[in-house]
């Protein structure tokens, strides 16, 4: 009798790529493979703060904060030694709690979303004495660290042409490489109408005319939103604003104490939320981060993208793809990107020109999930 197969698959929480795509494929295997038990597991133990601190929050705080020191992480991070000394120290922090989930779910196959996490997965199977299947979903689409590749003997699955040829030029073996579908979520993947964002804006108190910029960031909200708001202010704009803050309590205080100032604007704003499909949904532009799954989303639903910043190098790919298809803007000054919102507004022939555009930007990728549960299957 052939036994029964358990997947694990492990992330961090450096971004919310890693795990969003993580979760769209656990939803694909119960679809397409609802005899397969899939488990999630955080590759950091949530009782390990230190290692947390380290692997985790470092990575959100460089970013979202110190935005000048992540270049420097991130050029730093490029060089093995230092990836075989991080490594060295996640050994010793949590190698101890992922064995433990490896032998409570009894294994079968393990499915790394995390560049950190592939080495140490790959220790841990040669101890283990059991067959074990380890493949590595890139969650970058474009361009990443060349950390993703280290491990040159794993099976790696890439979302892009251009990525599998980074992959080769890393030393990776093209037998170990394979293009498959992007994990994007379900919902996204379908085709959106326009009595969907005009149902969705009864539903919040819009109506189906007013013209709508939604700008978000993830979790620590977009850098500099509070400059287009104040220019959004200033300019005593007639358009709706809606403004996602994530966790950034002082940013959304700020933003609160502008609106209630200024209550003859349009602005909304909010905290973390929920809803961003929604949001996106009923806008008609948005201005936010270059992430994978955030560029991708904002695609499937047409909307007109301004990326106002990109994290260093990893998201590079991800602005020039927008920017080169023609289906967005990459802005980083406040002021530019609020003109640049009014000039969208304001031309009916640009904006239904860049929504085209981002058409036939999303038609290049592939979305079939079921894709990848066969190949991990098969494997």
């Known amino acids: 009798m052939e036994k029964k197969r358990n997947f694990v698959f492990v992330y961090l929480n450096t ?11 656990r ?21 390990n703060k230190l290692t947390q601190i380290l692997f985790e929050k470092n990575y959100s705080f460089s970013c979202n904060y110190l935005r000048g020191s992540f270049p420097l992480l991130y ?14 120290l996640l050994r010793v922090l949590t190698k101890p709690y992922l064995k433990r989930m490896i032998k409570k779910y009894d294994a079968t196959d393990i499915v790394s979303f995390h560049f950190f996490m592939t080495p140490l997965l790959r220790r841990i199977i040669n101890t283990t004495n059991k067959d074990i299947n380890l493949t590595v979903v890139s969650t970058d689409p474009f361009t990443g660290p060349i950390a993703w590749f280290l491990e040159r003997k794993e099976d790696y699955l890439v979302s892009s042409e251009e990525f599998l040829k980074f992959g080769l030029q890393c030393g990776v073996d093209s037998s170990r ?13 379908t085709q959106h109408l326009l ?27 977009l850098p500099h939103s509070r400059h287009i708001v104040k220019e959004y202010v200033r300019k005593n704009a007639n358009f709706t604003m809606i403004v996602v803050c994530g966790g950034n309590k002082k940013l959304k205080k700020q933003l609160d104490a502008i609106a209630k100032k200024n209550p003859q604007m349009k602005l909304h704003v909010y905290g973390f ?6 949001l996106i949904c009923l806008s008609d532009v948005v201005v936010s981060k270059a992430g994978a799954s955030t560029m991708m989303e904002i695609l499937s639903y047409n909307k007109p993208y301004i990326i106002s910043t990109y994290i260093h190098n990893q998201e590079l790919g991800n602005m020039r793809y927008v920017v ?7 802005i980083q000054d406040p002021k530019a990107i609020y003109k640049k919102i009014v000039e969208l507004f304001e031309s009916e022939q640009l904006y239904e020109k ?3 555009n981002t058409a036939a930007a999303l038609r290049k990728f592939d979305f079939n999930v079921e894709k990848i549960v066969k190949y991990l299957i098969e494997k």
């Not at 050029?75 to 060295?88: A, K, P, T």
């Not at 939320?273 to 929604?278: D, W």
């Open 195 to 221: 009595n969907d964002k005009n149902a969705v804006r009864k539903e919040f108190g819009f109506s189906e005319d007013e013209k709508i910029c939604l700008i978000a960031g993830g979790g620590g909200g």
């Open 15 to 25: 971004g919310n790529g890693h795990l969003a795509q993580a979760e769209v494929l």
């Open 27 to 47: 939803e694909a295997f119960q679809e397409y493979a609802p005899d397969v038990n899939v488990t999630l597991v955080q590759g950091i133990s949530k009782r």
């Open 324 to 330: 080169n298809n023609h289906a967005g803007y990459f």
């Open 273 to 278: 939320v929920n809803i961003m499909e929604k």
């Open 75 to 88: 050029d730093i991070g490029e060089h093995r030694f230092i990836h075989v000394f991080l490594q060295s």
């Open 177 to 189: 490489l394979s293009i498959v579908p992007f994990l994007l979520k379900k919902n996204y993947r």
């Open 354 to 356: 860049i929504k085209v």
